[in-house]
């Protein structure tokens, strides 16, 4: 590493453009300009002085803002061309082969490719992950090397610069002055009315506001990597739930995702708003499809397993009532319970009655509770039926045995044995929804349907987010980098007298110039300062020069 | 001054090369723990999360009691096919392992008394049986497809699932693998 010596005497680190002590330019292509390039005050961005060893090397491939961009523009279009399909959770498969099957059936070779290239399911692709990986890192290098060098030429300004950087500035002036002592308390006087803070020294001023809108940016990325940290812990076990459930009205059950939590179902209402209890607001929808709903609602009671309880154990404390509807989620230790869908009317209980098959009398009738029928239903008067089998779902018979196809009642059959006092040694029926099969023989008895209870299947869903507070405060954060940086300027002005008596007066700002120029009018009509001009080149007039950090 | 330069590219070095390392870490582990998740809660290898069940003759079941011995740990249904193949081969296999220290627990998730009394009665089953009534033990394996299989070996530690029906074949190679020594 070489430095780089200035007139004046001070040593700069290499790569300085503008000498961090009197302003002299320093290098070639700095000298050859004719306005100096104050995006880093001219201080050396770090990365662009070391390059020898391969970490210097990887650090200077970060530092690039280039590279930055291109990071951000391949995630931008890997993000475009997974819209091309539906992703993966969007596609009936149960598993990845299926999946496979699903993309190429579908969508043809294209669908392979798309499938195999990890686009059906973008934000769980490896390298998908690993290009917002390299934007983070993008972003702590690029920031490391331009806002600490940044901050140092701030921090270490001197007041007095060379005339040579005073006359590079953008706005400039210079000329004689009958008092320039006096010109410059009266400067001086202006600028601290527009709340400018003032350094002398040897003749010399330095009025600056504003600094800090220079570390816009830096807050700025500051935000994105807490809020890049807040999605990464989403993937580590605790931090997020998302799952869903089905509770039947009546039931108790295990809330899944939150161990130890449970729920119990104490009833669900969907109410519809109708003809009768709904003024013109929705009238015209009411005819036009019937009905709209207006509630949908779950009342559970919570429950919760002592600390030590393990899972299947029935010990558990009631904690509260709540009613679930639509926006307004159960909140217990960080989960949220959602309504989120329901199922009408599933069977509950079917009643039956004993009957004999001539004269249709009945001996008793008796209700089976679908989710838990009784071994004996006792019907008093020397009558009885045993349930000898159940099939809740009952989709016909294999090798003579009767089937369910699920465990949900949607088509309940059984396998009674009935005993009255005509028969104390039993018939035996088998009964399903408008089907009886009497298997041993012709029975003089039967169980005659009644009636059915129905009941409401509840589906909720269950969420926690740890992550949230971390992405919200990351978000935040980002937010006020850019209003930092955008709705406040850092200005400076710089006076001093020259050798020979002549006032040099100097502004700069990062952006807005007319407003500097509007301030600098104010201090040089009050004071008596030479008149300034802008030096800038009328072809640049056109776009408002502001200086963001763009060096590659 | 030299000196002073070599200690100033030792810590530049040395500061670059660590947050070069954290980041790329941080990220590295994300990557691995996205990509490897298969969204199961426990893995083969992973402690089996202990659990208490009462069987249809009301005796309780605590999965940790059978430390130092296998369990083949089984949960079914009744109306799921390849349960009803496989519940035979179990029978076998039980009463020949039994005493050699691998215990059968065949979970059945939530159905009625009744059903499940009628289908052990059906394939006359004597291993224990025991009904996850609130899913609980459901939810801590994260069950999703029956039959699903653990054998849990006498540390404890899941050595193997199994989510497809087995043979008797496979049942008996199975149970010799959590046999304790």
Redo the contacts between chains.
């Keep these: 590493m070489s430095s780089i010596k200035c007139e004046c005497g001070h040593v700069n680190p290499e790569g300085t453009d503008i000498c961090q002590n009197c302003g002299r330019p320093l290098s070639k292509e700095e000298k050859e300009k004719r306005l100096a390039d104050m995006r880093y005050d001219g201080a050396a961005i770090r990365s662009m002085t070391h390059k020898r060893s391969i970490v210097d090397k990887v650090w200077n491939f970060f530092s690039s803002v280039k590279i930055g961009v291109s990071i951000i523009i391949a995630i931008l279009v890997a993000a475009a061309i997974g819209t091309f399909l539906p992703q993966v959770f969007y596609v009936p498969a149960a598993n990845e082969a299926q999946a496979a099957q699903y993309y190429e059936e579908h969508y043809g070779t294209f669908g392979k490719i798309y499938n195999a290239l990890g686009l059906s399911d973008l934000y769980g692709s490896w390298w998908f992950m690993a290009l917002i990986g390299l934007l983070g890192i993008s972003l702590v290098v690029v920031s490391l090397d331009r806002g600490i060098p940044l901050y140092k030429s701030l921090k270490n300004q001197r007041v007095a610069r060379h005339p040579s950087f005073m006359k590079r500035q953008r706005l400039f002036g210079e000329g004689e002055v009958s008092d320039p002592d006096a010109a410059m308390a009266k400067a001086k006087q202006k600028l601290m009315e527009s709340r400018y803070r003032i350094r002398e020294e040897d003749g010399a001023i330095l009025a600056e506001k504003g600094r800090w809108s220079r570390w816009g940016p830096y807050v700025n990325h500051v935000g994105l990597i807490i809020f890049l940290l807040g999605v990464m812990l989403r993937a580590l076990p605790g931090f997020y739930v998302d799952e869903s459930m089905w509770i039947r009205e009546g039931e108790t059950l295990a809330v899944k995702g939150a161990p130890g939590l449970f729920v119990e179902n104490k009833g669900f209402s969907y109410e519809v708003y109708n003809k009768e209890n709904t003024d013109e607001v929705f009238g015209e929808a009411i005819d036009r499809v019937g009905t709209v709903a207006s509630k949908y609602q779950t009342d559970v009671a919570l429950y919760e397993q002592p600390e030590d309880a393990l899972p299947g154990s029935t010990e558990k404390e009631f904690v509260k009532d709540y009613s679930i509807v639509v926006n307004k989620p159960l909140k217990y230790e960080g989960y949220s319970i959602f309504q989120m869908d329901f199922k009408l009317d599933e069977l509950k209980s079917m009643t039956f009655a004993l009957q004999n098959k001539k004269d249709e009398k009945s001996k008793g009738e008796l209700t089976i509770n679908l989710a838990n029928p009784e071994k004996e239903y006792d019907l008093g008067n020397g009558s009885k039926v045993q349930v000898l089998d159940y099939y809740p779902d009952f989709n016909g018979f294999e090798d003579g045995e009767p089937q369910s196809a699920t465990p949900v009642p949607n088509n309940p059959a059984f396998l009674f044995k009935m005993f009255t006092p005509e028969k104390p040694e039993g018939e035996t029926s088998f009964v399903a929804i408008r089907q009886t099969l009497e298997p041993l023989g012709e029975n003089q008895y039967r169980m005659a349907f009644q009636s059915a209870e129905t009941r409401n299947v509840s589906g909720l869903t269950i969420r926690k987010d740890k992550t949230l507070p971390i992405i919200a405060l990351g978000g935040l954060i980002f937010l006020i980098g850019v209003a930092q940086g955008s709705y406040f300027n850092h200005r400076r002005f710089w006076i001093r007298k020259a050798d020979d008596g002549r006032l040099l007066v100097a502004g700069h700002t990062n952006k807005n110039w007319v407003a500097l120029k509007r301030e600098l009018d104010k201090a040089t009509e009050f004071a008596g300062l030479p008149a300034y001009h802008d030096q800038r080149d009328p072809e640049e007039e056109i776009e408002d020069h502001t200086e963001g950090e763009s060096k590659a | 001054m030299s000196q002073d ?1 070599e200690k100033k ?1 030792k810590k ?2 040395f500061v ?2 660590a ?2 390392v954290v ?2 870490a ?2 590295i582990y ?2 691995v ?3 490897t ?1 298969t969204g199961e809660i426990v893995e083969e290898g992973d402690m089996a ?5 009462t069987d249809m003759d009301g005796n309780v079941h ?1 999965l940790s009691d059978y430390r130092g011995e296998g369990v083949f740990l089984n949960f079914w ?3 799921c096919g390849p349960c009803k193949r496989e519940m035979p081969h179990m029978e076998d296999m039980y009463k020949e392992f039994e005493e050699k220290g691998v215990h059968v627990l065949a979970v059945n ?7 499940v ?2 289908f052990a009665n ?1 394939y006359g089953l004597t291993f224990p049986i ?1 009904i ?1 009534k ?7 394996y994260n069950i999703r497809p029956l039959p699903t299989t653990f054998l849990v070996g006498p540390d404890g530690k899941v050595k193997k699932i199994i989510k497809q029906e087995m043979t008797g074949d496979q049942i008996r190679e199975y149970m010799e693998s959590i046999m304790p020594s």
Aim: hydrophobic share 45%; aromatic share 4%.
């Design positions: 330069r590219r530049r070095m670059r090369t947050i070069l980041l790329a941080a990220i994300t990557i723990v996205n990509v998740a999360p202990d659990f208490m069940l605590k249904g009744t109306w998730i939530a159905e009625s008394d009744l059903k009394k009628s059906t025991v996850d609130t899913n609980s033990v459901r939810d801590a």
